[in-house]
Antibody
């Protein structure tokens, strides 16, 4: 069965950096686009970034563009999110989520359990 | 960006009730709409996509309809496990955007 397991969350100071990982199993990771979606405490869902199955195209929400970088290693079945210049408003649970297709469809058929990022001094 | 507005924000219902949640887009989205269910402390779960297509494994009491800018999620007979927060999401254009959520509580 499809499994997505995030890791790398924690507490970081404003302006700091963090790298999230998402280990995928139960499907052919290299054949599907992948997303990051976040949810601030007690709030709704916000799409963050997408990467195509082969890493050739990436898209970002305006709120993170220029600060976050999505990447993937298909040999390790792992998705990443490098987060730099973190702000208090980046505090959220970060989910990795699978796209149903190789290119950007834009909805999410499987989700990980999430990892909490807290930006605070 | 396309704005998604759900109504109501919350509702109270009893087991067996028929429940309807609406979602309105700020522009036409050509049925590029998904619905998710989220329980406290858990990840969202895909219920429907393309406005009315039921995801594999999702009970048939969930259904979706709509077109243009207006869409509806219906639960035909509410079950105890259905008490949760529901989100609509458009994927017609990037950035994909979500509604603010509808919390379904026990009456």
């Amino acid at each position: 069965q499809v499994q997505l397991v995030e890791s790398g969350g924690g507490v970081v100071q404003p302006g700091g950096s963090l790298r999230l990982s998402c280990a995928a199993s139960g499907f052919t990771f290299s054949s599907y686009g992948m997303h990051w979606v976040r949810q601030a405490p007690g709030k709704g869902l916000e799409w963050v970034a997408f990467i195509r199955y082969d890493g050739s195209n990436k898209y970002y929400a305006d709120s993170v563009k220029g600060r976050f970088t999505i990447s993937r290693d298909n040999s390790k079945n792992t998705l990443y999110l490098q987060m730099n210049s973190l702000r208090a408003e980046d505090t959220a649970v970060y989910y990795c989520a699978k796209d149903p297709y190789d290119i950007l469809t834009g909805y999410f058929d499987y989700w990980g359990q999430g990892t909490l990022v807290t930006v605070s001094s | 960006d396309i704005q998604m507005t759900q109504s109501p924000s919350s509702l109270s219902a009893s087991v067996g009730d028929r429940v309807t949640i609406t979602c309105r887009a700020s522009q036409g989205i050509s049925n590029s709409l998904a619905w998710y269910q989220q329980k406290p402390g858990k990840a969202p779960k895909l219920l429907l996509y393309a406005a009315s297509r039921l995801e594999s494994g999702v009970p048939s009491r969930f259904s979706g309809s709509g077109s243009g800018t207006d869409y509806t999620l219906t639960i035909s007979s509410l079950q105890p496990e259905d008490f949760a927060t529901y989100y609509c999401q458009q994927y017609y254009s990037t950035p994909q955007t979500f509604g603010q959520g509808t919390k379904v509580e026990i009456k």
